[in-house]
C-alpha cells in the first residue's frame, strides 16, 4: 500500500469514528421540540408555583355581626391559637377551646356598655368533664377587634361571699353579713367527713345571656360529689370595665341576692 493509500483509509476510519461519536451523543441529548400549541391554561409564571393552604373552616359563627372563629392549630383535644374574622378582618389572639362539639365556642352580639352598638361575647369552654367545666368569656369591640377586661367571677365571690361548714349546717353570708342563712345539716344526705371547710367554688364555671345582660353561674359545691347550690353574677359595664353588680346565692331552702361594688 503506497502512502497516498494509506492516508486515504487513515481518513476514512477517522471519518467513521466521528460519525459513530455524533451518532452516540445524539442518542443522549433528546433533539429540541418545537414550541408547543397553547393548551387554554393559565401558564405558572416564574416565582410562582406555592399552592395556598386550604382556609380552615370555622368552628363558630354569629350571623348579626358576620363574626368566624377559626383555629390553626388542633392537638390533645385542643383546638389553639384562634382566630377572630368579621367581615374580612382578622385578628389572632392567644384563646383555646376543647374540640367536643358540645363546647364550641359560643358568640353572641349584644349592647353590653349601652352606648348604642353591639358588642362581641365570645364564651370558650377549656376543659370539660365529670363534675367540671372551665369557661372563659372575652368581650369585643367586633370592628377594632379590641377586648374589654371582665371580671373574674371568683374574685367577687371571694370579696362578697363567706361559707363555713361545721357540724350542725352551712352558714352562707352575702356582704358582711347583710344577708345571711343557715342550711341545716338534715338537709344534705352526704357524709360530713367528706365535707369541706367552707363551700367550694370554681370547678365548674358558665356563662350565658338572660335579659340581655352577661350572666356567670357557679354551682357550690359541699363535698367532692355533692354540690348543693349555685352562686349566679349579672355583669354590667363601669369604669372601662365589664364587673358583677349583682351576687345571688340560691340553694336548698335559701335565696339571697345582694348588690355588689
Known amino acids: 500500500m503506497n502512502n497516498r493509500t494509506r492516508r486515504l483509509a487513515i481518513l476514512a476510519s477517522a471519518g467513521l469514528l466521528l460519525a459513530a461519536f455524533y451518532l452516540y451523543r445524539g442518542a443522549d ?16 409564571q416564574p416565582g410562582e408555583g406555592k399552592t395556598q393552604q386550604q382556609k380552615a373552616a370555622p368552628i363558630a359563627k354569629e350571623a348579626k355581626t358576620g363574626a368566624a372563629i377559626t383555629a390553626e392549630e388542633e392537638q390533645n383535644g385542643m383546638y389553639k391559637k384562634l382566630v377572630l374574622e368579621v367581615n374580612g378582618v382578622q385578628k389572632p389572639f392567644d384563646w383555646s377551646n376543647v374540640t367536643s362539639p358540645s363546647y364550641l365556642p359560643e358568640m353572641y ?14 364564651v370558650l369552654t377549656t376543659g370539660h368533664g365529670t363534675g367540671v367545666r ?13 377586648e374589654t377586661a371582665v371580671d373574674n367571677p371568683l374574685e367577687t365571690i371571694r370579696k362578697h361571699m363567706k361559707t363555713a361548714v361545721t357540724d ?19 338537709a344534705f ?20 345571656i338572660r335579659n ?9 359545691q359541699l363535698s367532692p360529689a355533692d354540690f348543693i347550690g349555685e ?13 358583677p353588680y349583682r351576687l345571688e346565692f340560691t340553694g336548698g331552702s335559701a335565696s339571697m341576692m345582694l348588690p355588689v361594688d
Open 29 to 44: 441529548d433528546p433533539a429540541p421540540q418545537a414550541p408547543s400549541e397553547p393548551s387554554g391554561q393559565t401558564q405558572q
Open 109 to 122: 352580639a349584644l349592647d353590653m356598655n349601652k352606648d348604642g352598638k353591639d358588642e362581641l361575647l365570645v
Open 134 to 146: 372551665e369557661s372563659r368569656v372575652h368581650v369585643l369591640d367586633p370592628e377594632a377587634l379590641t
Open 189 to 208: 344526705t352526704s357524709e360530713p367527713a367528706n365535707w369541706f371547710d367552707e363551700l367550694g367554688f370554681g370547678s365548674i364555671v358558665r356563662y350565658e
Open 231 to 243: 352562686a349566679t353574677l349579672t355583669y354590667s359595664y363601669r369604669n372601662g370595665r365589664y364587673s
Open 168 to 186: 350542725d349546717g352551712i352558714d352562707i353570708a352575702i356582704g358582711a353579713g347583710s344577708s345571711s342563712v343557715r342550711l341545716d345539716r338534715q
Open 212 to 220: 340581655n345582660e352577661l350572666v356567670a353561674e357557679l354551682p357550690a
